[in-house]
């Protein structure tokens, strides 16, 4: 049972997280200090450490520096409610086997820990037989058997090696960053960071700040310098996801990092060079975007040398039960259990339901089955709701011979407001949809 040490000065939070972890068949031992943990780590030995960036008595990075010199064999994963970029590349660079920020998603907690640890027994297999070659370590992505997989596949080995700027269109949930993920990992830039940045999350007026980063003082509320997403990946690759998301300002300054290769931070004169490769990502039709003058046409052609589909669930059926396996033993080691499988009612309801979550939806639709099952085997009793509802067909949702005008609304709603997928929805091409909302005076 791997042994854990807590550093955290906030008690409270300490033994939440100590039951937690406890709970989760990990033996834990707590400090409430810097003092506390170093005495700890001299008297025992742990499979790991979880020490808070900010404690009373010392820096979490000099910390960790300690620990590492002392046993650089144990794993050590950093704590703050302080997340930023700048600490984040600092901790792992400085040795950090990982990087957590406050409030806590348990699943993620959980995840980090096996991945840190799991990759201390490589190691530690790796020295006691070095003749031998190392294990590979277990891949986040299906490559999947169903020709739509294949033709991804066949596209990810192509451009990996490249430093072509590569353009992943699909619906949402269907693995688009892992796609990017899997494209850095056999590239030649492997061994650098890769940084996955969600630009529907970043409000316009800080997008400059967070992608090229700012000096203390250039702005309200900026208390400390900042390493932006640009010059963190810096060498590596820079993950855009819905990029389509940027306001046209924003667009015009990515357009000029990404053909200078040079950022300015926000509040400096001093031009920064960055090598770095861009991965971007779109749920939207980007070309449509184009004609409507919502997308710059320069960036687009800069982002898309080479586009790759995401393809949807219904698209790779020959792979739905690969996944839900793949899926099934990641739950089963985040939540403890030893699931075998599926029932045969499961699988032929798994192959008759529709997927409008894609991957994403399988896979919390799997894990929370796992959790709630007390068998061998996934049964009925345990999906939700949802499966067991008739469903209608997308001509009968989507009919424009009544209630034309509600019909697209509910169609732009479905497809939160994205026009193409709208009009496919309708059966209508984009054309009319256009002309239609012109009609009914829809914005």
């Known amino acids: 049972m791997p042994k854990i040490l807590i550093i955290e000065d906030d008690i409270s939070f300490c033994k939440l997280l100590e039951k937690f ?96 640890l799991q990759n201390r027994t490589q190691v530690e297999e790796k020295k006691k037989k070095p003749e031998s070659k190392a294990a590979k370590p277990t891949t986040t992505y299906v490559q999947g058997i169903s020709a739509a997989s294949k033709k991804l596949n066949e596209h990810i080995q192509l451009v990996s090696p ?25 590239s030649n830039r492997k061994e650098e960071n890769f940084i996955a940045v969600d630009c529907g999350a970043i409000p316009k007026e800080l997008a400059a700040s967070e992608f090229f980063g700012h000096l203390k003082g250039s702005f309200t509320g900026a208390i400390s310098d900042k390493v932006g997403y640009f010059e963190a990946a810096n060498k ?52 449509e975007a184009v004609k409507n003058g919502d997308f710059r046409e320069d960036l687009y052609h800069r982002i ?18 690969l996944f839900a396996e793949f899926f099934l033993d990641k739950a089963n080691a985040l939540l403890n259990k030893e699931v075998i499988g599926f029932s045969k009612e499961v699988i032929h309801i798994f192959q008759h339901y529709h997927w409008p979550g894609n991957l994403r939806e399988l896979q919390n639709c799997v894990k929370r089955a796992t959790l709630l099952t007390q068998g061998d085997f996934i049964e009925t009793n345990v999906l ?44 209508i091409t984009r054309k009319t949809l256009y002309n239609k909302l012109k009609l009914y005076d829809i914005n």
């Open 162 to 186: 490249t430093d072509m700027s590569v353009l992943i269109i699909g619906e949402s949930g269907t693995g688009k960053e892992i796609i990017a993920k899997s494209i850095h990992q056999k």
């Open 236 to 287: 590596g690759t820079i993950f855009l996801d819905e990029i389509g998301n940027l306001s046209y300002e924003n667009q015009i300054q990515l357009l000029r990092a990404l053909q200078e290769r040079k950022i300015k931070p926000v509040g400096s004169n001093k031009e920064i060079e960055v090598d770095i490769r861009i991965i971007t990502a779109t749920n939207e039709d980007l070309r």
């Open 304 to 321: 898309n040398e080479f586009s790759i589909h995401s393809p949807s669930l219904s698209e790779r059926e020959d792979d739905l039960m």
């Open 384 to 427: 939700p709701a949802e499966f067991f509802q008739p469903q209608e067909s997308k001509t009968d949702a989507f009919s424009l011979s009544e209630n034309e005008k509600e019909a697209i609304e509910y169609a732009l709603a479905k497809t939160q407001n994205n026009k193409s997928e709208a009009a496919k929805l309708l059966k």
């Open 21 to 116: 972890l406890i709970k989760n068949s990990y033996t834990v031992a707590t400090a409430f200090s810097a003092a506390e943990g170093r005495l700890a780590v001299a008297k025992e030995n742990f499979d790991l450490i979880l020490t808070d960036l900010r404690l009373p008595d010392a820096d979490g990075i000099a910390l960790l520096a300690e620990f590492l010199e002392a046993n650089p064999a144990t794993p050590v994963i950093l704590m703050t409610g302080y997340s930023d970029v700048n600490t984040a590349v600092k901790a792992i660079k400085n040795g950090a086997s990982d990087y957590i920020s406050k409030p806590f998603n348990p699943d993620e907690v959980l995840v980090v820990i096996s991945n840190a």
